[in-house]
């Protein structure tokens, strides 16, 4: 199977469970379900439930039950985009093509949308089937994650901070391991846990989360330069207008596909030692390097 | 010791517990910690902590570690506060007399702050000293006190909805016992599973719980009505300016004043079999029908 139709299918996968997983629009109260799930499902890629479901399969032959895992990290991931694109932090009127949240039911069903969102995230991985130790790893690691010290929170207060303020290297890695790599790198952490993985194995595919994750962010940044608004689905060209810290600013737009190369071959050289079994995962490095949006 | 000396010493240790739990001020990214730790010491009266706490101590007498539990359902309760607080939603300048979260931070670090203290919530409940089976009970009780579905989001949805509708007995026993009654329930019931108590002590004090929520947001309700702007530290008048639907406003105020005494009467007698070990919880039951603020 191609990487592109195995993709197409492990997203159909996820959708199923995330359908499964939220409560029905029919639930009262059925709006803020109805907003839950008009952001849930919306058009995403899938980028973290699909990295988590591929380490727990890189380090485990019986690791079907780790997709609500997978689920809690889109559920974390979407309440994240809903509140990043209030009018009080990017006031973003378009994601992925669509109207974001808050236009389609108003600021404050956008808050408690979000708000809901990682709620259920950490319910979603209470009731995961696994032993309750390992539940517990589970839901230190995406707390960790999401929160404000090295985690995604505390990456998007710098990057707010951050705006009109000298383009340095050590601020901008700052900000975006904590603001995006946190974040992928748990979604790999937690499918190496739920498997049951070897300390060994948690830090090869925590490393290999790092560099694609770093890679991403340096894409994302590129991306935001050189395609249009049609092409990404959300406004291009914001970095610029509001002075963000991204990696063309800082090293240029040439030195930035290459570093997007080094994190890529760093990524495959640390999946090595699984050979055939990270496949997967390392087509999936390629194709984050190589997407257009 | 006076109810009133037990309170403020154990608002004390509440206190000394969460400033612990909390990064401290000087930790990067120093603004979204000042933030939090605005709201979280601007003055709570910690009644969920307290009531956690006190039901750990009414089924077993080596509780002490139930600290950071009470502690987790604090910063639930403040994160709802700050977003409660924003323009999108109450738009209130004050709370306890101080200004509110986004009047200091700004609306982005007051969505952020509350997004934070969630995290945090759940990150300090998988690290309380507790069997991790425990564990995962008290992140499932918190996180469905805290959600959509009969809990404190689903209950300031209904609430927001409600505006401007019949004040309907039915409807506004819904909205209450969703947004302010699961998390005094989950208070306590957070409190007996982590003493290990048996599941006739859980059911005991979940009604408890249920009746002094209901009493709580009863006399919230004619508070709002019958006292000054200044005795509440908040905005007096503004259920009935934004036409929301209150027990006063269903009941009049004669019947609501009935009401919370029933209610308290009725928490007593779930108590009774509990002798002399819930001294404290029946005298907490007294103290939220009579409080002035």
Chains 1, 2 share one sequence.
Do not use: W
């Amino acid at each position: 199977m191609t990487l592109h139709d195995y993709l197409a299918h492990q997203q159909q996968l996820v959708d199923a469970q995330l359908d499964r997983l939220v409560p029905p629009e029919t639930t009262p109260p059925e709006t803020i379900h109805r907003a839950m799930r008009y952001s849930l499902f919306a058009g995403g890629k899938r980028i973290r439930p699909i990295l988590c479901l591929e380490a727990a399969r890189t380090v485990s032959d019986s690791a079907e039950g780790v997709f609500p895992v997978a689920c809690a990290l889109e559920l974390v991931h979407t309440y994240s985009l809903i509140h990043d694109d209030l009018p009080a932090l990017d006031n973003d009127d378009y994601r992925r093509g669509k109207l974001t949240n808050h236009k389609v039911f108003g600021d404050a069903m956008a808050i408690l949308a979000g708000d809901a969102l990682l709620t259920l995230a950490f319910e979603v991985l209470a009731k995961v089937e696994a032993p309750p130790g390992r539940k517990i790893r589970l839901i230190a690691e995406l707390a960790a994650a999401a929160g404000t010290v090295g985690g995604m929170i505390g990456g998007q207060v710098a990057d707010l901070e951050g705006e009109g303020k000298a383009p340095e290297p050590e601020l901008l890695r700052t900000i975006h391991t904590a603001k995006t790599g946190a974040m992928l790198r748990a979604s790999l952490r937690m499918g190496v846990v739920f498997a049951g993985g070897t300390k060994a194995q948690y830090n090869a595919l925590s490393a290999y989360g790092e560099h694609i994750g770093l890679a991403f962010q340096i894409v994302d940044d590129i991306l935001d330069v050189e395609q249009s608004s049609a092409a990404l689905g959300k406004t291009a060209g914001k970095d610029a207008a509001q002075h963000k810290i991204t990696f063309p600013a800082v090293y240029g737009l040439e030195t930035s596909h290459r570093m997007a190369e080094e994190q890529c071959a760093h990524a495959h050289r640390v999946l090595a030692p699984f050979g055939d079994r990270a496949r997967r995962l390392n087509e999936l490095a390629d194709h984050i390097v190589h997407r257009k949006s």
